[in-house]
């Protein structure tokens, strides 16, 4: 349960799931342009929330083509 129903999403989290995204550049501009474009702070809110926080590191669990929502 979280305080007042708003779920934390740290840097961190947000660095391993885009370190997680095949062929996805790590320039810092790329990285933050695809953080905004798919709003990877609400998906990352929503996994926590669906209890799948964090993913299975030991395979790259998306790519570029999924969660385009």
Known sequence: MYLFNEVPVTEDDIDLWLDNIANLSQAKF??????????VE????AAKRAGQWPPNSEKKWLSTKENIS
């Open 42 to 45: 609400d998906k990352i809110r």
């Open 30 to 39: 790329r990285r933050e342009a695809y953080r905004k474009a798919y709003r």
